[in-house]
């Protein structure tokens, strides 16, 4: 088995001067980022008290399983001669939060909308998110399922 080892700095940027001294008292703010990457904001959900204008941890696992079966399709379109030209995905999670306060997300799905440049490549591409979703890194480490409901439409 070959190992892949990552590194990311998260650095708490939320302390207003008297650090966690109350639960309101402090920012939920940090960054998030690897050498030689752009610095990402991040936050808690604003129902957890965070900023809603920077990313959350919520959606950034939202993200990371989206363009995980994003990148797999993509690589297996690629080898079966799918011609794709476009791929958005509006990706959705839900995230039950239990009586005492923690949570687990519970289901996600991917929403894919897919071009491809010719009709002899539609049925194909619809079966390769089968394969993508197989192969997905992210995917394979949830204890939830991952649900995928594609839409292919030609160029």
Known sequence: MKNHHYKMTIQWTGNQGTGTSGYRDYGRSHTISAENKVVIEGSSDPAFRGDRTKYNPEEMFLSSLS???MLWYLHFCSEAGIIVTDYTDEAT???AET???SGHFTEVTLHPKVTVAAESMKEKAEQL???ASEYCFIA???NFPVQHLPV???K
């Open 67 to 69: 363009s995980c079966h």
């Open 93 to 95: 999670g839900i995230m």
């Open 99 to 101: 009586a005492g306060g």
């Open 129 to 131: 998110h089968h394969k």
């Open 140 to 142: 394979n480490s949830v």
């Open 152 to 154: 292919i439409s030609v």
